[in-house]
């Protein structure tokens, strides 16, 4: 059994960035997720049947780092139950697919990855795994960026990100690779190990992702800048300190070495205040030129957001309503991005002090902190190889943390601090000198709950255990799948089909609760694309029927959400638009007046967004020109 549990987790490292739904809705980012789930549900299974049965499953680490990760999802627990809408903490959307349901399934996959992997060969393996999956995942970036399209087969948008969706997650990923790379290049004592490294750290180097030697983008004013460019700076500076680890692992002399060690720490604080304070640098320089100021603009909503809720904040994934109650109208002038709606701040620690409130970003960083302090010490105070490894995974960690400055959390960031965490709690916090024995655990080796139980109470509680995993497994991966796959194709379904899928929706908790503005963007869009092309009368009628289920659904259903987000109060306008056109002249009015209700609901969120004003003009447009005016709307002269 523990056999089995360690070759799932190990298939698991090795193909998680590959892992993506081709028809799916945001197939990049969700697929991964209810991966980790479902593996996660898999493993634990086996392991707790395999307890009762008295096979070899290892046991649970215990100790500071767990409790760390343990502590800061209990706030995020506790945050969400509080927050404005617990349902998107709990489940996110498909976009993010990081909410607390999430977490749990990772601190489970964690807990049991803690039984099996608990020496120190076990976890250069692991590396060896992910290090050659990085590399496959390398070449695939690589032959994309020279030319080879994967997108019949893979069916993304870009190549940038390939597998991963987007190129600054590509970046977080790309730079661990590199690190462990790094670590095993340096560390192993087999030669095998330090071929596999030293391919990682070279394919990783010159991934697109993170250098621009094979292409140079728009922007960027030298070839080792990639398109992850937040990345690309983090990694000069974090191989720097793993330079300088090396340099200080040479020095013999103990006062030399208390000298060099103090010498280095101020560096890197130096360092750091140069880059998120004083800005005498080129990340600065990269953020006016890349995202202009709007990442300032964020991070001010998320401390306003922050204000007005310090304690626990307004619940994981909520950041969207943060910016629609905050929004500040100079996002909308010339030099910014112009977004009427955002979901993150693009920034980890203002987006938990938003969303978790003090509470969660003293969890968060905690967590990051003991992580770092435990990497560190091993790495000064173990002179073996383990030190240098340690080091390496310190300076991954660090690399990760800066390009966290210019991103959110993703759920393949949060898979690998989750093996970094397991990491430092079974190699960090044990004493290889020592016996086994000293760490502590969960789930001792002596006697069993059951032990004293006759075999066919463990069959039936086995039985138990396997229908617990079969409804989970229904209720967090196959029906929020069968969900995501009907939201990518059920635009081209027939009027009944959808209507059936309208249904299916309103009694989902996925579509009801969490994705219902995902649900039906892509309709809107497909009703825009067939306002372009112009329709008759009779058509727009029978496409106002099918509008009037969806708007039911989303007044009804889910009225919370659906008055706190300017999206879908966006896409309310539209359908009434639609309605306002077709219908006589007798009708028209009704229609208009509603519209013109959702626009006071909006104004209620974010008096000063404009997206109020290009509102009532396509209700205007409709109303005083009917079908035509609602024809007419998406061409360049009316806008």
Same mark, same amino acid.
């Given at each position: 059994?523990?056999?089995?549990?360690?070759?799932?987790?190990?298939?698991?490292?090795?193909?998680?960035?590959?892992?993506?739904?081709? +028809?799916?809705?945001? %197939?990049?980012?969700?697929?991964?997720?209810?991966?980790?789930?479902?593996?996660?549900?898999?493993?634990?299974?086996?392991?707790? !049947? %395999?307890?009762?049965?008295?096979?070899?499953?290892?046991?649970?680490?215990?100790?500071?780092?767990?409790?760390?990760?343990?502590?800061?999802?209990?706030?995020?627990?506790?945050?969400?139950?509080?927050?404005?809408?617990?349902?998107?903490?709990?489940?996110?959307?498909?976009?993010?697919?990081?909410?607390?349901?999430?977490?749990?399934?990772?601190?489970?996959?964690?807990?049991?990855?803690?039984?099996?992997?608990?020496?120190?060969?076990?976890?250069?393996?692991?590396?060896? !795994?992910?290090?050659?999956?990085?590399?496959?995942?390398?070449?695939?970036?690589?032959?994309?960026?020279?030319?080879?399209?994967?997108?019949?087969?893979?069916?993304?948008?870009?190549?940038?990100?390939?597998?991963?969706?987007?190129?600054?997650?590509?970046?977080?990923?790309?730079?661990?690779?590199?690190?462990?790379?790094?670590?095993?290049?340096?560390?192993?004592?087999?030669?095998?190990?330090?071929?596999?490294?030293? *391919?990682?750290?070279?394919?990783?180097?010159?991934?697109?992702?993170?250098? %621009?030697?094979?292409? @140079?983008?728009?922007?960027?004013?030298?070839?080792?800048?990639?398109?992850?460019?937040?990345?690309?700076?983090?990694?000069?500076?974090?191989?720097?300190?793993?330079?300088?680890?090396?340099?200080?692992?040479?020095?013999?002399?103990?006062?030399?070495?208390?000298?060099?060690?103090?010498?280095?720490?101020?560096?890197?604080?130096?360092?750091?205040?140069?880059?998120?304070?004083?800005?005498?640098?080129?990340?600065?320089?990269?953020? &006016?030129?890349?995202?202009?100021?709007?990442?300032?603009?964020?991070?001010?909503?998320?401390?306003?957001?922050?204000?007005?809720?310090?304690?626990?904040?307004?619940?994981?994934?909520?950041?969207?309503?943060?910016?629609?109650?905050?929004?500040?109208?100079?996002?909308?002038?010339?030099?910014?991005?112009?977004?009427?709606? $955002?979901?993150?701040?693009?920034? *980890?620690?203002?987006?938990?002090?938003?969303?978790?409130?003090?509470?969660?970003?003293?969890?968060?960083?905690?967590?990051?902190?003991?992580?770092?302090?435990?990497?560190? +010490?091993?790495?000064?105070?173990?002179?073996?190889?383990?030190?240098?490894?340690?080091?390496?995974?310190?300076?991954?960690?660090?690399?990760?943390?800066?390009?966290?400055?210019?991103?959110?959390? !993703?759920?393949?960031?949060?898979?690998?601090?989750?093996?970094?965490?397991?990491?430092?709690?079974?190699?960090?916090?044990?004493?290889?000198?020592?016996?086994?024995?000293?760490?502590?655990?969960?789930?001792?080796?002596?006697?069993?709950?059951?032990?004293? @139980?006759?075999?066919?109470?463990?069959?039936?509680? &086995?039985?138990?255990?396997?229908?617990?995993?079969?409804?989970?497994?229904?209720?967090?991966?196959?029906?929020?799948?069968?969900?995501?796959?009907?939201?990518?194709?059920?635009?081209?379904?027939?009027?009944?089909?959808?209507?059936?899928?309208?249904?299916?929706?309103?009694?989902?908790?996925?579509?009801?609760?969490?994705?219902?503005?995902?649900?039906?963007?892509?309709?809107?869009?497909?009703?825009?694309? *067939?306002?372009?092309?112009?329709?008759? /009368?009779?058509?727009?009628?029978?496409?106002?029927?099918?509008? /009037?289920?969806?708007? &039911? *659904?989303?007044?009804?259903?889910?009225?919370?959400?659906?008055?706190?987000?300017? +999206?879908?109060?966006?896409?309310?306008?539209?359908?009434?638009? !639609?309605?306002?056109?077709?219908?006589?002249?007798?009708?028209?009015? @009704?229609?208009?007046?509603?519209?013109?209700?959702?626009?006071? /609901?909006?104004?209620?969120?974010?008096?000063?967004?404009?997206?109020?004003?290009?509102? $009532?003009?396509?209700?205007?447009?409709?109303? +005083?020109?009917?079908?035509?005016? $609602?024809?007419?709307?998406?061409?360049?002269?009316?806008?």
């Amino acid at each position: 059994m523990n056999l089995a549990i360690k070759r799932i987790i190990l298939a698991t490292v090795f193909l998680l960035p590959f892992v993506i739904f081709t +028809k799916g809705f945001y %197939g990049a980012v969700f697929a991964k997720s209810v991966f980790i789930e479902g593996v996660a549900l898999l493993i634990g299974t086996l392991w707790i !049947i %395999g307890k009762l049965f008295k096979k070899d499953v290892g046991t649970i680490s215990r100790n500071i780092v767990f409790m760390a990760f343990g502590i800061y999802i209990s706030i995020l627990l506790i945050s969400g139950l509080q927050g404005v809408l617990p349902a998107l903490s709990f489940w996110s959307s498909f976009d993010q697919s990081t909410g607390v349901i999430f977490m749990l399934c990772l601190f489970l996959f964690m807990m049991i990855t803690s039984s099996v992997f608990k020496k120190i060969e076990d976890w250069y393996n692991l590396f060896v !795994i992910f290090s050659l999956s990085g590399i496959l995942f390398s070449l695939g970036c690589l032959l994309s960026e020279l030319g080879m399209s994967f997108s019949k087969y893979l069916s993304l948008g870009t190549v940038s990100g390939f597998t991963i969706g987007n190129s600054s997650w590509t970046g977080i990923y790309m730079s661990f690779v590199l690190f462990i790379g790094l670590g095993l290049a340096f560390s192993s004592s087999t030669k095998s190990h330090k071929i596999i490294g030293i *391919i990682a750290l070279i394919t990783a180097f010159f991934n697109p992702t993170l250098t %621009g030697f094979i292409k @140079q983008y728009p922007g960027m004013h030298f070839g080792f800048i990639g398109l992850a460019q937040t990345a690309s700076y983090s990694i000069l500076f974090s191989i720097s300190i793993f330079v300088l680890y090396l340099i200080f692992r040479k020095i013999e002399s103990i006062k030399f070495r208390k000298v060099f060690l103090w010498s280095f720490l101020s560096l890197v604080i130096i360092g750091i205040l140069s880059i998120f304070i004083i800005g005498l640098n080129p990340i600065k320089n990269m953020i &006016s030129a890349k995202t202009g100021p709007n990442r300032f603009v964020y991070w001010s909503i998320a401390f306003d957001g922050f204000k007005e809720k310090p304690l626990l904040g307004w619940g994981g994934d909520t950041y969207q309503y943060i910016y629609n109650k905050n929004f500040n109208p100079i996002i909308m002038t010339e030099g910014y991005a112009r977004e009427y709606w $955002v979901d993150k701040s693009h920034n *980890i620690f203002f987006d938990e002090i938003a969303t978790g409130g003090i509470m969660g970003l003293s969890g968060l960083i905690f967590l990051y902190g003991i992580l770092l302090f435990s990497l560190l +010490k091993k790495a000064i105070n173990d002179r073996t190889k383990i030190g240098i490894l340690c080091m390496a995974i310190f300076s991954g960690l660090v690399s990760y943390l800066i390009q966290a400055q210019m991103v959110f959390q !993703i759920n393949i960031g949060w898979f690998i601090i989750g093996l970094i965490v397991v990491f430092v709690a079974n190699i960090c916090h044990y004493n290889d000198n020592k016996s086994q024995n000293n760490t502590k655990v969960i789930f001792n080796k002596g006697k069993n709950k059951y032990n004293n @139980q006759d075999k066919s109470l463990n069959i039936f509680i &086995s039985i138990l255990i396997i229908v617990s995993f079969c409804i989970l497994f229904n209720y967090i991966i196959i029906k929020p799948y069968r969900i995501n796959r009907s939201l990518a194709t059920y635009p081209m379904f027939s009027y009944s089909e959808r209507l059936k899928f309208y249904k299916e929706i309103d009694e989902s908790y996925v579509g009801n609760l969490v994705d219902v503005g995902n649900a039906f963007s892509p309709y809107h869009i497909r009703m825009r694309n *067939i306002i372009k092309k112009g329709l008759n /009368k009779d058509e727009m009628l029978l496409m106002a029927e099918e509008i /009037k289920v969806i708007n &039911s *659904i989303l007044a009804n259903s889910s009225i919370r959400q659906h008055d706190m987000d300017m +999206k879908l109060l966006m896409i309310d306008v539209g359908f009434y638009s !639609i309605l306002t056109g077709v219908v006589n002249d007798q009708d028209r009015l @009704q229609y208009y007046d509603k519209g013109m209700i959702v626009v006071e /609901k909006m104004k209620k969120l974010s008096n000063q967004n404009p997206i109020i004003r290009l509102s $009532v003009g396509i209700l205007d447009v409709s109303k +005083k020109y009917g079908l035509d005016g $609602v024809n007419a709307f998406n061409t360049e002269k009316t806008r």
